[in-house]
């Protein structure tokens, strides 16, 4: 089993920043992917980035491209998802989720998930 606890949501301005983290624990050894994804009111669950533990490599979706950086700390068991330049579009619960797979941006593959931390990002 792993738990994953987000935390560091919150009400921003259009523009500004913030920056979501998730703890992992529990058998993170069997969970090589880690990935942010989020849902706003009335619409699916969409991929926002992932990053694998081992190597750190990193994706993300085109939406957010350029402006979310993730990152993880394997000493500390957490993931980061750094965001700035935020819209108001980018408003929604996030997600953290670990996944046994390598399918980064498919929500189906991934096993364990956090509660979700909310972000709103006002105009």
């Known amino acids: 089993q792993v738990q994953l606890v987000e935390s560091g949501g919150g009400l921003v301005q259009a523009g500004g920043s913030l920056r979501l983290s998730c703890a992992a624990s529990?058998?993170?050894?069997?969970?090589?992917?880690v990935g942010w994804f989020r849902q706003a009111p009335g619409k699916e669950r969409e991929f926002v980035s992932a990053?694998?533990?081992?190597?750190?490599?990193?994706f993300y979706a085109d939406s957010v491209k350029g402006r979310f950086t993730i990152s993880r700390d394997k000493a500390k068991n957490t993931v980061d998802l750094q965001m700035n330049t935020l819209k108001v579009e980018d408003t929604a619960v996030y997600y953290c989720?670990?996944?046994?797979?390598?399918?980064?941006?498919?929500?189906?593959?991934?096993?364990?998930w956090g509660q979700g931390t909310q972000v709103t990002v006002s105009s």
């Open positions: 989720a670990a996944s046994a797979t390598h399918y980064y941006s498919d929500s189906e593959t991934y096993d364990y």
């Open positions: 529990g058998r993170t050894s069997g969970v090589p992917l």
């Open positions: 990053i694998f533990w081992s190597g750190g490599a990193t």
